[in-house]
């Protein structure tokens, strides 16, 4: 029996080693750019790149991009990262490959009960869980039923 294995042509091999040498350096250099452009991103905006999203906004409108504005389409969902020191009516915002920008804040369709869940417990964590208000209430409809 005779096996049909075909060796390796040498000059194939360093052919291919030379190419993945290029292609690793390539994606270097893209990664030190996305750094860079990270970088400048993070300086403009104020951000850490590490922020917790406060919550997610699915966007209804794509908007008009201005200078620092998040290019979105409507469908996607960002995370809404800051709304306080943003210019009027916008919010500053991530989208799923990390990148940051402003979106105003008509575009997107905010899950209000999410916010205001969310509302709470910040306020609760704030404040030392201060919600005897509404104890005081609902303490004293049980008194009256029984």
Known sequence: MHSMMNTPNPADHKEQKKREKQRLEKEKKEQK????KENEMKKKFKVTGDE????????????KVRK??????????VS??????????K??????????GYISVMNVELNIKEMLELGKKAQA?????NMEGDNISIGSR???AH
């Open 68 to 77: 620092n504005d998040l290019p979105v389409k409507s469908g996607d969902t």
């Open 125 to 129: 964590a704030g404040r030392g869980g």
């Open 33 to 36: 750019e996305r750094e860079k």
């Open 142 to 144: 049980y008194w009256v």
């Open 80 to 89: 809404i990262i800051r709304t306080t020191n943003c210019p009027k009516g």
């Open 91 to 100: 919010w500053l915002a991530r989208d799923a490959n990390n990148k940051y």
């Open 52 to 63: 917790e999203p406060m919550y997610h906004a699915k966007v209804m409108v794509a908007s």
